[in-house]
């Protein structure tokens, strides 16, 4: 069973700054079932990222996604106010393993 | 647009069994995979399973095609029933460890099988 790990727990930064977060899977997994959401208070989970670097629809192109095997990255190039939020890695396919999620708030 | 709704109970005892729907709408329930995925209050979110229907001419409630996350696998069941567009999830023996929003999901084949289109969210707390 692969188990999916996120660092850092939390990150505070200010709008305009870079967001880099982390994403550690525990055995190398397919990058083109490895995704990132986004989700707010109140919401449901909004895709982000799909096969590691494929931005989905609508989504700004602040947001990229990179990294294979078990290590993944998401960057955010700069903070606007809507995207403090937690975001969540996650490995698909025959199974959809979350990771625990990251926490973008406001410094 | 492709929407998906959660209908079922907002409380179910322990012991009993929790029973949703996801009704879908702006997409065929057929040639599809579609999820279950629950969140506890404050927690992350967790899979439940998925189920794949290949579609044809029953139109009778069937099990499909399934996987469920192995720490739940003992106590889920899912089923379609194409007739409805309505896709649900059984999970027995509930305890309160049970109790979060739920939520369905489409598996999209135009993001390689990504979750790209959620329900809402229906929330199911569990308690006597």
């Known amino acids: 069973e692969i188990v999916l790990t996120q660092s850092p727990g939390t990150l505070s930064l200010s709008p305009g700054e870079r967001a880099t977060l982390s994403c550690r899977a525990s055995?190398?997994?397919?990058?083109?079932?490895f995704a990132w959401y986004q989700q707010k208070p109140g919401q449901a989970p909004r895709l982000l990222i799909y096969?590691?670097?494929n931005r989905a629809t609508g989504i700004p192109d602040r947001f990229s996604g990179s990294g294979s095997g078990t290590d993944f990255t998401l960057t955010i190039s700069r903070l606007e106010p809507e995207d403090f939020a937690v975001y969540y890695c996650?490995?698909?396919?025959?199974?959809?393993?979350f990771g625990p999620g990251t926490k973008v708030d406001i410094k | 647009q492709v929407q998906l709704q959660e209908s079922g109970p907002g409380l179910v005892k322990p012991s009993e069994t929790l029973s949703l729907t996801c009704t879908v709408s702006?997409?065929?329930?057929?040639?599809?995979?579609w999820s279950w995925i629950r969140q506890p209050a404050g927690k992350g979110l967790e899979w439940v399973g998925h189920?794949?229907?290949?579609?044809?001419?029953?139109?009778?409630?069937?099990?499909?095609?399934?996987d469920y996350n192995p720490s739940l696998k003992s106590r889920v069941t899912m089923s379609v029933d194409t007739s409805k567009d309505q896709f649900s999830l059984r999970l027995s023996s509930v305890t309160a460890a049970d109790t979060a929003v739920y939520y369905c999901?489409?598996?999209?084949w135009g993001v390689g099988r990504a979750f790209d289109i959620w329900g809402q969210g229906t929330m199911v707390a569990v308690s006597s």
């Open positions: 996650q490995h698909y396919g025959n199974a959809g393993t």
């Open positions: 055995q190398s997994v397919t990058s083109s079932y």
């Open positions: 096969g590691a670097s």
């Open positions: 702006g997409d065929s329930i057929s040639t599809n995979y």
């Open positions: 189920i794949f229907t290949s579609g044809g001419t029953d139109y009778s409630p069937s099990s499909g095609s399934t």
């Open positions: 999901a489409r598996e999209g």
